[in-house]
């Protein structure tokens, strides 16, 4: 059987998988960075055992990222930043995705036990 | 070769497709119908020739679909109404979608063409 | 009202969106293209009026946007091409997504009205 | 820190989250139930320490689904059953996702550690 802190970690996984192909291609421009933010965080956080979810996306490199007439771009990995706390039995799961090598990666930061 | 109206009403389809299957799937509850609606109309908005994307989320609707105990659903064409406008060389398009025997079906409203 | 050719513009425009927003930010290898392109094309292909779909996803160019070292990338505009034949009352709609200026455009190829 | 086992949870969740969210909303009908589920298991077994998957989308379940005469109706989890194993640093984890109470739940099946 799973631990509760592995279950912790399995649970902070989905949310981050979820979140990310769930919103991934969505069309954003500098105008409509802000409420993408906040829809993405207040839909992931319907999520089970999900605490608080933040996502910053990048105006600048959303600015960047437009390279034809039409002014605006898809949401990837490398215009957000995201940082996710799940709770599950007691155990805390806290995760952040950033870039590493030009790749979206999605990394456990701290898995605290009640005992820790 | 194709008319304007043919080619305003294509890019009418373009965005309705799009937007239901960018967003289709995203976990939602009465609490997070607004920012939803918000993101979903802005981030469509975006795209070539949209001029203005209406997106209701029926509460009531979203209330009704959870049934289990994590409270909330995943959003799909029963739970909301949309309305579009699309203009392309002065050809203005109106969408919607609305159900009908249980499908969400996209219409097209009306094709305004410059002689009219 | 629309004319039964702007209705199959429409109806193509849907296709392509829903495509395009179904499937982008899927991991491709080319490993994995063959598989991709057949679910891609047999998924569309259940939607209403749609006689056929061939996608093409472009071995080479999914090699070269690996730059990591996990081994894929994600499925995007500028890695494949589609074609699409859609047909409504006797009209035939051919439609292309094609790269232009580095951006995925879907275009109307052809409209095909009983009387032409 | 996060331990081996804790990681090796983290990653299977990861890929459960992609592939729901990645495909739920597809269309499907008992015509392209075969090439959707080996595009899928194949599409997550690019993700990094993703052994296996499998899919099975039940074909009756698809056609009861079906309930307008369009023919088709879109990928939810209660039309399949998902395997997943994911090797993390001589840790394996198995999960799988099946229907409790009405509701797709992905459930961590085992989690084997080398001293096991």
């Known amino acids: 059987m799973a631990t509760d ?35 993405i965080a207040e839909s992931i956080e319907n999520q089970p055992y999900c605490e608080s979810v933040t996502v910053a996306i ?13 002014g605006y771009t898809e ?7 995201v940082e996710m706390r799940v709770a599950y039995e007691g155990v805390t799961v806290r995760t952040r995705m950033e870039m590493e090598d030009g790749y979206p990666l999605m990394k456990l930061v701290e898995v605290v036990e009640p005992d820790d």
Chains 1, 2, 3, 4 share one sequence.
Do not use: W
């Not at 954003?28 to 906040?38: A, F, G, K």
């Not at 990048?58 to 039409?70: F, K, L, P, Q």
């Not at 949401?75 to 930043?81: Q, V, Y």
């Open 75 to 81: 949401l990837s990995g490398h215009l957000m930043e």
């Open 5 to 39: 802190a592995q279950q912790a970690c399995f649970e902070a996984g989905i949310k981050f998988g979820s979140l990310y192909h769930q919103f991934a291609g969505t069309p954003v421009s500098p105008r409509s960075t802000r409420s993408l933010e906040t829809a």
């Open 58 to 70: 990048d105006d600048d490199a959303v600015a960047a990222d437009i390279d034809h007439e039409n």
